[in-house]
């Protein structure tokens, strides 16, 4: 009996040690996940919903990547991403027009919204104004971003204005700026600041730059390092097809993917319905006019960019304005997309 018992636990050691040796085996062959580093132009929004979308729902863990989301912080997407501290991240058309002229290495590979999300917004109070052409002489809220003082001048100029108002740099929300009175007009994102106004009760009304012979533009975009995507192809296909898929998820499923935004940033919004609200509004954004999500053409990089040259507001690395018009198509690439 006792070498009986002896035999078997020998054999259930055997085989307790061969399972053991297998899971082992299979961990050690398993491919480890790899990093990839996204930096954020802001706090999370729903402009970002659809990178959160990819990591709640494991569209980056089963393409075999760890997305490591880098906060927010004063030193732009573009030059984190330039100087390889960041492998993406989210920016703007004008501003990496701006960046790429000054010698930044980035390039866009993802437009997550095809069209403006801001406007010029006044007060829906403001009886006085119905046009833009009434903005001339007006106190403009901006930021002082580069262009934006063109770009409001010229939608007046379009408008039948002179294009000439007082620039104020906000140190304030552009939305509490117009219920203060301290200035007549600004460019708050309709998806976000005009809703926040809206569900104070003082809501905001709006001229699109396209209704004004404005170019359209992408509002923002995700972009990578040229030599980074050169050396990290694979790894880059994977993550933008994640990335993809999870903006193709927000485009048709917004309040589902609103709960993937609050989910992953749990301390960032009190407000959880403003949050969904938002997306509903931002989601019909995400597709172009083939519905797809992602993609850029060369007619709209040209457009706004094109003006920012025309105007000579682009600077080289030497500060010099530019003396020749740059070729849009480098700035950006569709390849990284999945075609379907």
Partial sequence: MKTHAMFSSLIKSAAAVALLAAGMLHASAAEPLTT??????????????????AIDK???????????????NQTSPDALVSAGVAD???????????????GAKVKSVFAVDQHWASSIGVLASRTDITSPKQLDGAKFGGVGTPGERAIVSQVIKNAGGKGDFKLITLR?????????????FALPYMAWEGLEAKRAGKPVKYFKYTDYGF???????????PAWLKTHDAVAHKFVAA???GYEFAAAHPEEAAQSLIKENPSAFQDKDFVV??????????????????????????GLSGFLFKKGLL?????????SEPNWANYFTNDYLVKN
């Fill in 277 to 302: 609200e938002s997306q509903k509004l931002l989601s019909p954004d995400y597709r172009d006019a083939q519905g797809k999500v992602g993609t850029q053409t060369l007619a709209q990089w040209s």
């Fill in 88 to 102: 993406f991240g989210t920016t703007f058309q004008d501003a990496v027009t701006f960046s790429i002229a000054a």
């Fill in 215 to 225: 170019p359209d533009a992408y509002a923002v975009i995700v972009v990578s390092n």
């Fill in 172 to 184: 304030s929300s552009y939305i509490d700026a117009l219920k203060q009175g301290t200035v007549d």
């Fill in 58 to 72: 494991g569209y980056f863990k089963d393409a075999g990547i760890d997305v490591k989301v880098l906060p927010y």
């Fill in 36 to 53: 990839v580093r996204f930096a954020l132009d802001w706090t999370p929004n729903t402009d970002h919903t659809g990178l959160f979308v």
């Fill in 243 to 245: 990335l993809q898929k």
């Fill in 315 to 323: 600077a080289g690395p030497d500060g010099k304005p530019l003396a």
